[in-house]
């Protein structure tokens, strides 16, 4: 009787190890593979760009209740996931330009947060796809200010319209 009991420690024992490693395995899985940006800038936007999906990536000290970004070198196809999804974001988009905001008056809170996934289209093969003009706007409206990060040239290249 004595075996049995040692034979069921053992074998409850392997389960709660095999699911430590599964939950590991699963947290290491979720962490973000891309590289965060090298600057000391609080409020910063940057593209994580993996085949035909790039994924807009944002640092902020402030809520944002509106956001515009256009874009260069790229037509955007879809829009996909991410914080705005999540929350309901009326988003909308066309080839170069993507607009998102709530007619709830929900916000995107301060922290770092994946807005979105967007498939595009490279269409000019020998330059990265970026950001040429972008608007963040906080509550009423207010102008945010925020830098683009370009990992290309290692460095903030545009600021936002205020």
């Known amino acids: ?19 430590i490693i599964a939950i590991g395995g699963v947290m290491q899985h979720e962490k973000p593979s891309f590289q965060r940006p090298n600057t000391l800038e609080e409020n910063i936007v940057w593209l994580d760009l993996n085949n035909n999906m790039l994924d807009l990536w944002i640092q902020s000290t402030n809520d944002i209740y509106g956001i515009q970004f256009e874009f260069e070198g790229i037509k955007l196809i879809d829009i996909d996931g991410g914080y705005l999804e999540l929350q309901g974001f009326n988003t909308s988009h066309n080839d170069k330009m993507i607009l998102a905001f709530s007619f709830e008056g929900k916000h995107i809170p301060k922290g770092e947060h994946l807005l979105c996934s967007i498939e595009i289209e490279n269409i000019n093969e020998d330059n990265e796809p970026k950001i ?4 963040l706007a906080g509550k009423g409206g207010s102008a945010l200010d925020f830098g683009y990060f370009d990992f290309n040239k290692n460095q903030t290249t545009l600021r936002s319209t205020y």
């Open 1 to 19: 009787m004595k075996l049995k009991n040692n034979t069921n420690l053992i074998s409850i024992i392997s389960i709660i190890i095999l699911g």
């Open 132 to 135: 040429s003009n972008m608007v």
